[in-house]
T-cell receptor, first 115, second 110 residues
Framework: DADVTQTPRNRITKTGKRIMLECSQTKGHDRMYWYRQDPGLGLQLIYYSFDVKDINKGEISDGYSVSRQAQAKFSLSLESAIPNQTALYFC??????????????FGNGTRLTVT | LAKTTQPISMDSYEGQEVNITCSHNNIATNDYITWYQQFPSQGPRFIIQGYKTKVTNEVASLFIPADRKSSTLSLPRVSLSDTAVYYCLVGEPGRRALTFGSGTRLQVQP
């Protein structure tokens, strides 16, 4: 979805380095998410935020932190990167209407390699 | 969170109807069933969502039996471009973040 922008698209970093992945959206959605996908596997939820003051841990939050700087921005940090954090990272947004139809809108992903 | 079980993979041919079934035995009263499609190196894309009975849109149909312990995504007349991974998610999209399972890898042959 072009309205959800992730930067960078690709990143190679070394073990122990701190890195930040950024996500911005122009959809005006309150809800934002970070998912991780390992090769050939499904997506795992890292963190999610239902509004600017709300941050929640997902299934695999250890080793990660997030910051919701504004409604439109949600960044993911790896404080000390390790090789098994090598994966494809997706940011997503969603809204909620009265019919509960609130599909996730995904960015194009950030491919992270930790050497 | 309700867990889902899907076949790991399916094969089909162009022009055929494909039905992918998802099992969700511990679905809760307020849970909705949502299906996504994912192409390689892209984020998943919403296909369809339902609560009970049948839902149809321009892309697919979703069949949900009365007990809601399973659901079936139906793709009419698939083409090569339908080759993708399909995920079934169960939960309250307005209250909790949805969790993805491993999905079903659909391969459409000419």
């Amino acid at each position: 979805d072009a309205d959800v922008t992730q930067t960078p698209r690709n990143r190679i970093t070394k073990t122990g380095k701190r890195i930040m992945l950024e996500c911005s959206q122009t959809k005006g959605h309150d809800r934002m998410y970070w998912y991780r996908q390992d090769p050939g596997l499904g997506l795992q939820l890292i963190y999610y935020s239902f509004d600017v003051k709300d941050i929640n841990k997902g299934e695999i939050s250890d080793g990660y932190s997030v910051s919701r700087q504004a409604q439109a921005k949600f960044s993911l940090s790896l404080e000390s990167a390790i090789p098994n954090q090598t994966a494809l990272y997706f940011c997503a947004t969603s809204d909620l209407d009265s019919s509960y139809n609130s599909p996730l809108h995904f960015g194009n992903g950030t491919r992270l390699t930790v050497t | 969170l309700a867990k889902t079980t899907q076949p790991i993979s399916m094969d089909s041919y162009e022009g055929q109807e494909v039905n992918i079934t998802c099992s969700h035995n511990n679905i809760a009263t307020n849970d909705y069933i949502t299906w996504y499609q994912q192409f390689p190196s892209q984020g998943p894309r919403f296909i369809i969502q339902g609560y009970k009975t049948k839902v149809t849109n321009e892309v697919a149909s979703l069949f949900i039996p009365a007990d809601r312990k399973s659901s079936t995504l139906s793709l009419p007349r698939v083409s090569l471009s339908d080759t993708a991974v399909y995920y079934c998610l169960v939960g309250e999209p307005g209250r909790r973040a949805l969790t993805f399972g491993s999905g079903t890898r659909l391969q459409v042959q000419p």
